[in-house]
Protein backbone atom coordinates (compact mmCIF):
# COMPACT_ATOMS: atom_id res chain seq x y z
CA UNK A 1 0.00 0.00 0.00
CA UNK A 2 1.10 3.36 -0.93
CA UNK A 3 0.03 6.71 0.67
CA UNK A 4 0.47 9.97 -1.12
CA UNK A 5 -0.68 13.58 0.97
CA UNK A 6 -0.23 16.54 -1.29
CA UNK A 7 0.31 20.07 -0.08
CA UNK A 8 0.94 23.61 -1.46
CA UNK A 9 -2.07 24.66 -3.27
CA UNK A 10 -4.08 27.97 -2.90
CA UNK A 11 -5.13 31.22 -4.67
CA UNK A 12 -2.95 32.58 -6.54
CA UNK A 13 -3.08 35.33 -9.49
CA UNK A 14 -2.68 35.01 -13.32
CA UNK A 15 1.28 34.40 -13.99
CA UNK A 16 2.07 33.30 -10.50
CA UNK A 17 3.87 30.59 -9.29
CA UNK A 18 2.89 28.08 -6.99
CA UNK A 19 4.83 24.39 -6.05
CA UNK A 20 3.33 21.40 -4.86
CA UNK A 21 4.45 18.75 -2.60
CA UNK A 22 3.38 15.02 -2.27
CA UNK A 23 5.28 13.07 0.17
CA UNK A 24 4.15 9.22 0.04
CA UNK A 25 4.99 6.51 2.72
CA UNK A 26 4.11 2.51 2.15
CA UNK A 27 6.01 0.42 -0.13
CA UNK A 28 9.30 1.43 -1.91
CA UNK A 29 8.81 5.00 -3.14
CA UNK A 30 11.14 4.35 -6.09
CA UNK A 31 9.90 1.57 -7.58
CA UNK A 32 6.77 3.69 -8.67
CA UNK A 33 6.35 6.39 -11.45
CA UNK A 34 4.49 9.55 -10.08
CA UNK A 35 1.99 11.45 -11.91
CA UNK A 36 0.17 15.00 -11.55
CA UNK A 37 -3.35 14.77 -12.49
CA UNK A 38 -6.31 17.40 -12.51
CA UNK A 39 -9.58 17.93 -12.00
CA UNK A 40 -11.78 21.28 -12.62
CA UNK A 41 -15.51 21.41 -11.51
CA UNK A 42 -17.59 19.47 -14.24
CA UNK A 43 -14.55 18.05 -15.87
CA UNK A 44 -12.83 14.65 -15.96
CA UNK A 45 -9.70 14.25 -14.72
CA UNK A 46 -7.02 14.93 -17.01
CA UNK A 47 -3.01 14.25 -17.02
CA UNK A 48 -0.13 16.78 -16.45
CA UNK A 49 2.88 15.57 -15.49
CA UNK A 50 4.69 12.98 -14.84
CA UNK A 51 8.29 11.43 -13.97
CA UNK A 52 9.40 7.56 -13.88
CA UNK A 53 10.96 5.58 -11.31
CA UNK A 54 14.34 6.97 -11.15
CA UNK A 55 13.57 10.25 -12.36
CA UNK A 56 15.10 10.24 -15.36
CA UNK A 57 12.06 10.74 -17.77
CA UNK A 58 9.60 13.04 -17.27
CA UNK A 59 6.32 13.62 -19.87
CA UNK A 60 4.10 16.81 -19.80
CA UNK A 61 0.49 17.67 -21.20
CA UNK A 62 0.74 20.55 -23.61
CA UNK A 63 -1.01 22.74 -21.83
CA UNK A 64 1.31 22.72 -19.14
CA UNK A 65 5.08 22.24 -21.39
CA UNK A 66 7.25 25.29 -20.65
CA UNK A 67 4.99 26.30 -17.20
CA UNK A 68 5.59 23.42 -15.31
CA UNK A 69 7.86 21.24 -13.94
CA UNK A 70 8.08 17.65 -12.27
CA UNK A 71 11.14 16.43 -9.90
CA UNK A 72 11.00 13.98 -7.39
CA UNK A 73 13.54 12.75 -4.59
CA UNK A 74 13.70 9.55 -3.80
CA UNK A 75 15.51 10.37 -0.48
CA UNK A 76 12.90 12.37 0.68
CA UNK A 77 9.79 10.56 -0.91
CA UNK A 78 8.59 13.67 -2.31
CA UNK A 79 7.51 14.66 -5.77
CA UNK A 80 7.30 18.36 -6.80
CA UNK A 81 5.28 20.11 -9.31
CA UNK A 82 6.79 23.48 -9.68
CA UNK A 83 3.98 25.92 -11.78
CA UNK A 84 4.80 29.01 -13.20
CA UNK A 85 2.95 31.69 -15.31
CA UNK A 86 -0.21 29.94 -14.18
CA UNK A 87 -3.97 31.24 -15.91
CA UNK A 88 -7.33 31.00 -14.91
CA UNK A 89 -7.65 27.11 -16.95
CA UNK A 90 -5.24 25.89 -14.46
CA UNK A 91 -7.73 26.15 -11.88
CA UNK A 92 -8.67 22.89 -10.57
CA UNK A 93 -7.81 20.34 -7.72
CA UNK A 94 -4.49 18.52 -8.37
CA UNK A 95 -4.09 14.55 -7.52
CA UNK A 96 -0.33 13.15 -7.19
CA UNK A 97 -0.65 9.40 -7.79
CA UNK A 98 1.67 6.48 -7.74
CA UNK A 99 1.81 3.60 -10.67
CA UNK A 100 3.82 0.72 -10.19
CA UNK A 101 3.70 0.03 -14.45
CA UNK A 102 5.44 2.93 -15.50
CA UNK A 103 5.16 6.80 -16.84
CA UNK A 104 1.51 6.75 -18.18
CA UNK A 105 -0.27 9.57 -18.85
CA UNK A 106 -3.87 7.84 -18.59
CA UNK A 107 -5.36 7.86 -14.79
CA UNK A 108 -6.25 3.85 -15.43
CA UNK A 109 -2.56 3.12 -14.67
CA UNK A 110 -2.50 4.22 -11.65
CA UNK A 111 -3.15 2.55 -8.53
CA UNK A 112 -2.54 5.12 -5.76
CA UNK A 113 -4.12 8.50 -5.09
CA UNK A 114 -3.96 11.48 -3.26
CA UNK A 115 -6.80 13.72 -1.60
CA UNK A 116 -5.97 16.41 -3.92
CA UNK A 117 -4.71 20.31 -2.87
CA UNK A 118 -6.98 23.40 -4.37
CA UNK A 119 -5.10 25.37 -6.84
CA UNK A 120 -7.53 28.53 -7.87
CA UNK A 121 -5.96 31.19 -10.18
CA UNK A 122 -7.50 34.38 -10.37
CA UNK A 123 -7.89 36.30 -13.35
Known amino acids: QVQLVESGGGLVQTGGSLRLSCVTS????????LGWFRQAPGKEREFVAA????????VYADSVKGRFAISRDNAKNTVILQMNSLKPEDTAVYYC????????????????WGQGTQVTVSS
Open 97 to 112: AASIRGTYTSTRYYQY
Open 51 to 58: TSSSGANT
Open 26 to 33: GRTFSSYA
